[in-house]
């Protein structure tokens, strides 16, 4: 359940930082649902750890806090960046580490039978994959509206209707 909960979230987010890039939105505007959202992934996480630790859990519950973290950090990353006016290119090398850990994600997925989060990994890696390349990598000039269009694509379609899905029982 807390799956559908944050990745609800993470696809609204995504629709405003993509609608934001599209639309010329204040980057301090933005920040405030990217704080919102990457709060409630470290809470749900840290809740999750914390059950983890005490009920002395497999280290399957410490898999899914490590990369739900990975979400939680993206949000309050860019809401700090985003806040404060700071040099994107940290952010976007994170964004690099985080995309290469989607690829034993995926492959860890479609391994356990389960082929709609082994794309859905796939498709977070690639958006991850373009924040790198739009901010860390000076040089390379991807299409101008590639980035927003695909965030905003990502959210709805692997975040938004997966997450509100699995609250409906539909997942």
Not at 11 to 37: D, P, Q, R, S, W
Not at 142 to 170: E, F, N, R, S
């Amino acid at each position: 359940m807390t799956t559908g909960i944050g990745l609800l979230y993470v696809g609204c987010v995504l629709l405003l930082n993509g609608i934001g890039m599209l639309k010329g939105f204040e980057k301090k505007a933005i920040a405030v649902m990217n704080f919102f959202t990457g709060g409630l992934y470290v809470v749900i996480n840290a809740v999750n750890l914390a059950y983890a630790v005490f009920a002395q859990q497999e280290s399957d519950a410490y898999f899914q806090v490590a990369t739900g973290m990975l979400f939680g950090f993206t949000y309050l990353f860019v809401g700090l960046t985003n806040l404060l006016g700071l040099d994107e290119r940290p952010q976007a090398w994170y964004c690099f580490f985080v995309a290469i850990n989607t690829v034993p994600c995926a492959a860890l997925a479609f391994d356990g039978g389960d082929v709609r989060f082994g794309i859905i990994w796939l498709c977070w890696g690639f958006l991850w994959l373009l924040y790198w390349i739009a901010g860390a990598l000076g040089k390379v000039r991807l299409p101008a509206k590639l980035v927003p269009y695909a965030t905003v694509a990502v959210g709805v379609a692997t975040c938004w209707v997966p997450g509100y899905m699995m609250l409906a029982g539909w997942w």
